[in-house]
């Protein structure tokens, strides 16, 4: 037996959120990943995308959803990003269980992003941050530079409802020399 969580993949656009859903996905629906002929003729996501990966289900959620459940199964919301789709977003926050709030780490909180952070706090009571593009900085400088975008961070969320909630880095796409491959996406 499956229980299926809705996950809503949520920020600015051009964080990566589509790379993000391409990455964690196992099954594709047909209207996933920007298969829209004018999304990817403007390399942006128009419309609600979705697409699911499963996993064994935790033993601790057994204990609180039943026994008989064998299969936890994410199905991924992937929303717009764009400012004039923000009906699109709200419509799609409706049907989601938690969000995944995604934030390019070299720009930061952006307009979209602070919209997406006002919807979550009205429409759900979970999430998780997503510090996506960590490739772009330099080995060297990674950590130092995650923690000072993580403490700028903290101080956003504390005057939310979600006061302290998980980051994870990630690099949805890879695409250099130090990550040419997704990293991080497990820790999701």
Do not use: W
Request: aromatic share 4%; with cysteine; hydrophobic share 40%.
């Amino acid at each position: 037996k499956i229980l299926n969580i809705n996950v809503g993949i949520m920020g600015h656009v051009d964080s990566g959120k589509t790379s993000l859903a391409r990455a964690l996905s196992t099954t594709i629906s047909t209207a996933a990943l920007d298969k829209h002929p004018q999304s990817q003729e403007r390399g942006i996501t128009l419309d609600l995308g979705f697409s699911a990966f499963v996993v064994p289900m935790p033993e601790h959620l057994k204990a609180v959803y039943g026994q008989d459940y064998d299969t936890l199964q994410f199905t991924l919301v992937d929303c717009p990003g764009h400012a004039s789709l923000i009906r699109t977003i709200i419509g799609g926050a409706q049907i989601i269980d938690m969000m995944m709030l995604v934030i390019d780490v070299g720009k930061g909180i952006q307009t979209q992003t602070a919209e997406c952070l006002v919807i979550g706090e009205i429409l759900m009571d979970n999430m998780l941050v997503v510090l996506n593009k960590v490739d772009q900085f330099p080995a060297e400088q990674r950590e130092e530079k995650l923690d000072k975008m993580r403490k700028g961070l903290q101080k956003v969320f504390s005057g939310t409802k979600f006061k302290s909630p998980p980051m994870v880095p990630v690099s949805a796409t890879g695409g250099n020399a130090d990550a040419p491959a997704p990293v991080g996406v497990d820790a999701l």
